[in-house]
């Protein structure tokens, strides 16, 4: 017997990959992890934006089986910058020229006069790779409000394949030939939301199989037994998709809390009373530090309806207290001043507070993951998806690992 805990979109990947016998639990009322969908006064709104980028066609194909391919949107993706008074193409380092000349002559002065040869660290590497005019004027004032911590903190390579890079030679092409490509330049997008793709799967999955409202609380890695609210059950393998430092607390192994860091995300969904000006953006990133959030993203151009339905992002630390009312306030008027909201009511409103949301990839904790990871193996416990192996991935990365540990398994 697999034992699984969470419900989301690795855990039922990996019931679905399994040969073995197999017993999802999932201490929330409802299945899907943080890619669920409110429905609410005619507006869809997922916790947060959920643009799913298939990068394999058997994985888009997987997913999607028990979709509508009637109500599957395929879109083309377009983003933009909100930089000072104007809107800049993103990614913003391949997209200078749409400065003003004498930010694009600063920009192209740190590029090639460029004092920094080396780093060590995230922060260092913006630096070295970007110089510091693009990265003063966009990337490291928009990644400190995401991650809510100083850049240095992080791994060099902490965003992987999903950081836009580009050399010199792309950023001087793209002056005349624009391209802004990037790793979801396209993507599909459910008229239901997110959690189509999630019932999508457990359509395929019996009822018994998922356990709801029963949380673990305690597992013994010796007698190889899950504790929850509700039961014992015995495992021949454990499969865990809750954040790593949890599961290390849930099975008693010693660790460093101090090398585990993240931060909180508060996420409104607004819904308004007519169109906004704005009909193209699919999202749009804030770097500016005197603006509340971070990105907003536009569900009406997605879905092409007539009212502006928002998702708005705000970035916190692991710690902070956050008074969702006084900064519902903030954002209203931020929206307004940034003239998102020009005359437009409020008629819904939705919030969640992710926590944790995005983890802090650092060299300590790569390589504390790494070795307690196989510890834990030792026992037939195994972490994986974006919380589990405790990095920055995509839930197509989190379903390829779930395929990829019950082949490994079953060898």
Request: net charge negative; charged share 25%.
């Amino acid at each position: 017997m697999d034992i699984v805990i969470g419900a989301g979109a690795t855990g039922l990947g990996y019931g679905l990959f399994s040969p073995n016998d197999y017993q999802i639990i999932e201490s929330d009322s409802e299945i899907g992890g943080y890619c669920k969908t409110i429905k609410q006064d005619g507006f869809v709104w997922d916790y947060s934006g959920h643009f799913f980028h298939f990068r394999l066609p058997e994985m888009e194909k997987f997913i999607c089986e028990c979709i509508d391919s009637e109500t599957l949107l395929k879109c083309r993706k377009h983003t933009q910058i909100k930089y000072k008074d104007r809107y800049i193409d993103f990614p913003f380092q391949k997209n200078i020229h749409q400065l003003s000349k004498q930010e694009l002559i600063e920009c192209l002065y740190d590029l090639f006069c460029n004092e920094y040869e080396t780093y060590r660290n995230f922060q260092e590497m913006l630096y070295c790779k970007f110089g510091k005019g693009i990265a003063e004027k966009f990337l490291i004032p928009y990644n400190e409000k995401l991650y809510a911590c100083n850049l240095n903190k992080l791994d060099t390579d902490a965003m992987g394949r999903f950081f836009p890079y580009a050399d010199i030679k792309d950023i001087i092409a793209n002056f005349r030939n624009s391209d802004s490509k990037s790793y979801n330049d396209h993507f599909t997008y459910p008229r239901g939301g997110a959690i189509e793709y999630i019932q999508s799967l457990k359509h395929r999955i019996p009822d018994n199989k998922v356990k709801l409202n029963e949380k673990v609380i305690a597992i013994d890695i010796h007698r190889k037994i899950v504790k929850t609210t509700k039961e014992e059950i015995g495992y021949d393998n454990l499969i865990s998709t809750i954040p790593f430092p949890k599961l290390l607390q849930l099975c008693n192994i010693p660790y460093d809390p101090s090398i585990y860091s993240w931060n909180k995300v508060l996420v409104f969904n607004l819904g308004f009373d007519s169109k906004g000006a704005d009909t193209r953006n699919n999202w749009v990133y804030f770097p500016d530090k005197g603006t509340s959030f971070y990105r907003i993203g536009y569900y009406d151009n997605i879905f092409q309806t007539n009212r502006m339905s928002l998702y708005v992002e705000l970035g916190f630390d692991k710690d902070a207290d956050i008074d969702v009312e006084k900064w519902y306030e903030t954002v209203i008027e931020d929206l307004k001043s940034s003239g998102i909201i020009d005359g437009q009511n409020v008629i819904s409103r939705h919030h969640v507070i992710m926590d944790p949301a995005y983890v802090h990839i650092t060299k300590d904790s790569i390589e504390n993951v790494k070795a307690l990871k196989q510890q834990l193996k030792n026992h037939h416990i195994y972490s994986i998806g974006r919380y589990g192996s405790w990095t920055y991935c995509s839930i197509e990365d989190g379903l390829i690992e779930a395929q990829s540990l019950s082949q490994n398994i079953n060898k």
